[in-house]
């Protein structure tokens, strides 16, 4: 159980253009999800937090306007990245948490994007 | 969330011994979670802590909620090649997860 998927695994794009990367909880409903960057060698850090159909929360220093969150419903969580820049290049994890999880988070596989 | 206080940084060991990290921090958290990463994967929980004092156990993993709420740590048993990766410790109170650093376990088989 507590199975949460990403797709794309991996994008490569020109810069200008977005990308949209998404979330998926497979077994559970996610009442929330977040959103996660990571840089090699590095931990990760939270982006954003996304409750079904509200306003995604962001971390201080994120552009809400340059990551763009969507939690239509309880299993799937949009991020968008609009007009990527190669400095947007990283590893972006989404996790999820259920009404059954306490403060449990589970994690999706990742996504790699590449903006050349 | 704050970062944790995550040691060893880094460690190589021989198969078969066993490996210890832990975690400190400066607040107190009511969850404690370890996870691990592979190369190129997201994190996968190992094991969950909701409790001061508790011992659990996830086959050759143990995992410690220390007594003040403020540290944690992990144990890897008879360690095998595949416990290769990086271990994550993280802490909550609601739902934003505050995560150590990391410690990277590499094995020399």
């Known amino acids: 159980g507590a199975v949460v998927s990403q797709h794309p695994s991996w994008v490569i794009c020109k810069s200008g253009t977005s990308v949209k990367i998404e979330c998926r909880s497979l077994?559970?409903?996610?009442?929330?999800m977040f959103w996660y960057r990571q840089f090699p060698k590095q931990s990760l850090m939270l982006m954003a937090t996304?409750?079904?159909?509200?306003?995604?929360?962001?971390e201080q220093g994120v552009e809400k306007d340059k990551f763009l969150i969507n939690h239509a419903s309880l299993t799937l969580s949009t991020l968008t990245v609009t007009s990527a820049h190669p400095e947007d290049s990283s590893f972006y994890i989404c996790?999820?948490?259920?009404?059954?999880?306490?403060?449990?988070?589970?994690f999706g596989p990742g996504t790699r994007l590449t903006v050349l | 969330g704050q970062q944790l206080n995550q040691s060893p940084q880094s460690m190589f060991i021989q198969e078969g011994e066993d490996v210890s990290m832990n975690c400190t921090s400066s607040s107190i958290f009511n969850t404690w979670l370890w996870y691990k990463q592979d190369p190129g994967e997201g994190p996968v929980l190992l094991i969950a802590l909701y409790k001061a004092g508790e011992l659990t156990s996830n086959g050759r993993l143990t995992a410690q909620f220390g007594i003040t709420r403020k540290d944690s740590f992990l144990n890897i048993s008879a360690s095998i090649p595949s416990d290769v990766g990086i271990y994550f410790c993280a802490g909550t109170n609601d739902y934003k997860l505050s995560f150590g650093a990391g410690t990277t376990v590499t094995v020399r088989a």
């Open positions: 077994d559970f409903q996610a009442t929330t």
């Open positions: 996304s409750n079904e159909g509200s306003k995604a929360t962001y």
């Open positions: 996790s999820a948490t259920g009404t059954e999880s306490y403060n449990e988070q589970f």
